[in-house]
């Protein structure tokens, strides 16, 4: 199999069966996590730059020990240590990158299209890391992947995210993965964070928790950005937490056996209760390690456009 494509900008551009050769990549590269010495020589001379305008752990780090397990030489860039904050344009920053030769550019931007706009001018391959509210795709591929280690197969469950849909590009991102390999998907959130064309969306609306969970396989929360109550969108934490936190009085109306996921950081006692946070049943934790081997695929499949050779 050879990999067609030069960049990541969205899972929308991928097909089921592209998916699928990400897992099986990513399962083959699990074997590496238990290891005691946990590196290849795979992308060994190759360069991947990390350039980073927003703050991260998860992924920055994430991509970072993705690398160097394969050998690739992995360098970070942050906003407050590049000429961005001296008015250089993206653009420009980007054509400086470009001229260091690297195979691989990891991108987080506030900017909805930075991801693009990068793909659109440069040569090496771009991978989206987070752009605005656009898109999270390596999130979402995660995400999908640590289900379909549990499951064997997503297709047929039914998965509720649950939070601050209108500003999460992990909700888009997961709404078009999950159904791409065909779960049925539920989004619960008050009004006010719900997006106004959620109406065209394969998806399920609710604004009622308690209904929403019912008879679910799956409950995937989400980060509320504590800005939103600042912009009036929230009128009370506490009320929020009432209302839309994740309890265990939700979790005992879904199926049994339910997994429950969160893309961090997580606020405890806001988004989730801290008990459903650090039960057996989370896979809070493994999301963290299907992140490492999924972006280790990521990386030699979009560095080398190899496949299973």
Request: one cysteine or more; charged letters at 25%.
């Amino acid at each position: 199999m050879k990999w067609l494509h030069k960049d990541l900008l969205d899972v929308s551009q991928l097909s089921k069966s592209e998916v699928m050769a990400i897992f099986e990549t990513a399962g083959r590269f699990q074997e590496l996590q238990e290891r005691p010495v946990k590196k290849v020589p795979t992308l060994k001379g190759r360069s991947v730059i990390l350039f980073f305008a927003e703050p991260s752990t998860r992924t920055k780090t994430s991509f970072d020990v993705a690398g160097k397990r394969l050998s690739a030489d992995t360098f970070s860039l942050a906003k407050s240590s590049s000429s961005l904050t001296k008015g250089e344009s993206l653009k420009d920053t980007a054509l400086t990158l470009q001229a260091m030769a690297p195979d691989a550019i990891v991108i987080r931007h506030w900017c909805s299209g930075a991801a693009r706009f990068l793909a659109d001018r440069l040569d090496c391959a771009v991978i989206n890391a987070g752009d605005g509210r656009h898109a999270h795709p390596t999130q979402a591929i995660l995400d999908s992947f640590t289900l379909h280690q549990e499951w064997g197969d997503v297709a047929g469950k039914t998965i509720l995210i649950l939070g601050d849909i209108a500003h999460s590009r992990v909700a888009r991102s997961n709404v078009i993965m999950l159904n791409k390999l065909g779960a049925k998907v539920r989004l619960c959130a008050p009004r006010t964070l719900m997006p106004p064309a959620v109406k065209s969306w394969p998806v399920e609306v609710y604004s009622d928790l308690t209904e929403a969970v019912k008879n679910v396989d799956a409950v995937m929360c989400l980060r509320l950005q504590l800005e939103r109550q600042k912009d009036g969108l929230l009128p009370d934490l506490r009320e929020y937490a009432r209302t839309y936190g994740l309890n265990q009085k939700h979790i005992d109306l879904a199926n049994q056996d339910v997994r429950i996921l969160h893309p961090g950081p997580m606020n405890r006692g806001i988004e989730i209760s801290s008990d459903l946070a650090d039960c057996a049943d989370s896979l809070v934790l493994d999301q963290v390690s299907s992140g490492v081997v999924t972006r280790m695929a990521l990386l030699f499949l979009y560095m080398t456009r190899k496949g299973e050779e």
